[in-house]
């Protein structure tokens, strides 16, 4: 079992910054697939950017490559996102999820079974 709290989301205007940060409880002693992902309204959950833990392999969706930056603090058990260049496209439900461990990290829902409950993101133009 792992748990999962999000935090550091907000409103920021377009061109702006924003990082995201989640911590993790329980069973934090092994290697996990660690992912970001959103949910805008009316649109289905995606992918954003994923790290294997194990060996801090990282994965970005197209949307978000070149802008956004995944990083994990073992010591702290926190995983973070760091977002530049945001854009008014960006706005969503950001949540942070856990999945057994797979270098190559998936950014499929379905392969996640730990979820945060989310922190909101809202760019303006």
């Known amino acids: 079992q792992v748990q999962l709290v999000e935090s550091g989301g907000g409103s920021v205007q377009a061109g702006g910054s924003l990082k995201l940060s989640c911590g993790a409880s329980?069973?934090?002693?092994?290697?996990?697939?660690m992912g970001w992902f959103r949910q805008a309204p009316g649109k289905e959950r995606e992918g954003v950017a994923s790290i294997y833990t194990g060996a801090g392999y990282s994965y970005f969706a197209d949307s978000v490559k070149g802008r956004f930056t995944i990083s994990q603090d073992n010591a702290k058990n926190t995983l973070y996102l760091q977002m530049n260049s945001l854009k008014p496209e960006d706005t969503a439900m950001y949540y942070c999820?856990?999945?057994?461990?797979?270098?190559?990290?998936?950014?499929?829902?379905?392969?996640?079974?730990?979820w945060g409950q989310g922190t909101q993101v809202t760019v303006s133009s």
């Open positions: 329980g069973h934090t002693d092994r290697s996990y697939c």
């Open positions: 999820a856990a999945a057994p461990p797979d270098e190559f990290c998936p950014l499929t829902v379905s392969e996640y079974n730990y």
